[in-house]
């Protein structure tokens, strides 16, 4: 998707966990492993985002893991809705005017099979990757630490 706004758009990254592996994606612009996600829609909110990414990217159904979230009626009926908050939030520079505020959440699949992208774009390698692979993977330092997370929080012990 284009960016929405000259100065800043609001993106998501979702790791996800199937078992004992955490699925990577070879990005298509920067050449490098990273997470599955993109950018926050205007009609969207984070979660929605999250979750149509991974449909769109690599086909999976996932469920997206957070702070246990208040029943509705602990709201006193005013029109709000809680959601999923990220487990970080981050931000890169794009360029000297452009950059992303990210939004990094954590998930399950529920399954292992990944499918091709809906855009043709984002049709690179994926690969499901265990704890010991990634420490020999050249990752961001950030991609490392959520990856590790993921698998230490959701993998199967």
Partial sequence: ????????????????????????????????????????????????????????EVGLEIELIGPKLPTPDETDGVDYRHIVGPRYIGEHHVNNVHRHIILVYFAKAKNDIVSESIMEHERTETRWVTKEELKNMKLFPNVLSYAEEALEELGEK
């Avoid at 998707?1 to 994606?25: A, Q, S």
Wanted: hydrophobic letters at 45%; aromatic letters at 8%.
């Fill in 1 to 56: 998707m284009p960016h929405i706004h000259e100065k800043v758009d609001f993106t998501v990254e979702v790791f996800i966990v199937y078992k004992d592996k955490v699925l990577l994606r070879m990005h298509d612009k920067f050449n490098t492993w990273l997470s599955i996600g993109g950018h926050i829609e205007l009609d969207e909110n984070p979660v929605e985002a999250a979750i149509r990414e991974v449909r769109e």
